[in-house]
């Protein structure tokens, strides 16, 4: 299973974000939520977030490659957290297989 957290100053629906599983045939659940986020110069922001439960098993390269690329397209984001499995956890722009530099240019991750 992939566990997905989002925050985003876009406000999507749900369905919306559904629709882009849906499209690939990935089961997944979508709950909102409320998220503090740190910006530039240690201010703090609300945004709007998401946590999503994919259930199917996805190979991560496949997943940046399709799932990815539409989900920052929709909700204008560069960066998200993701847990794969039990292997790995971080930013999904340092996943799969980067443990010693970060690609990640918006937060320290």
Same mark, same amino acid.
Do not use: R
């Given at each position: 299973?992939?566990?997905?957290n989002?925050?985003s100053?876009?406000?999507?629906?749900?369905?919306?974000?559904?629709?882009?599983?849906?499209?690939?045939?990935?089961?997944?659940?979508?709950i909102?939520?409320?998220?503090?986020? $740190?910006?530039?110069?240690? @201010?703090?922001?609300?945004?709007?977030g /998401? +946590?999503?439960?994919?259930? *199917?098993? !996805?190979d991560?390269?496949?997943?940046?490659?399709?799932?990815w690329?539409?989900l $920052?397209?929709?909700?204008? @984001?560069?960066?998200?957290?993701?847990? /794969? +499995?039990?292997?790995?956890? *971080?930013? !999904?722009?340092?996943?799969p297989?980067v443990?010693?530099?970060?690609?990640?240019?918006?937060?320290?991750?």
């Open positions: 299973m992939i566990t997905l989002i925050s100053t876009t406000n999507i629906d749900e369905k919306e974000l559904l629709n882009i599983f849906l499209k690939l045939k990935i089961p997944c659940q979508v909102k939520s409320l998220s503090s986020v $740190k910006c530039i110069h240690n @201010i703090f922001t609300i945004e709007d /998401y +946590k999503i439960y994919i259930f *199917g098993d !996805i991560g390269n496949e997943f940046k490659e399709t799932i690329k539409d $920052k397209k929709l909700m204008l @984001i560069d960066c998200a957290f993701i847990q /794969y +499995k039990n292997e790995y956890m *971080g930013c !999904i722009l340092n996943w297989g443990f010693t530099k970060s690609n990640c240019k918006i937060c320290e991750c």
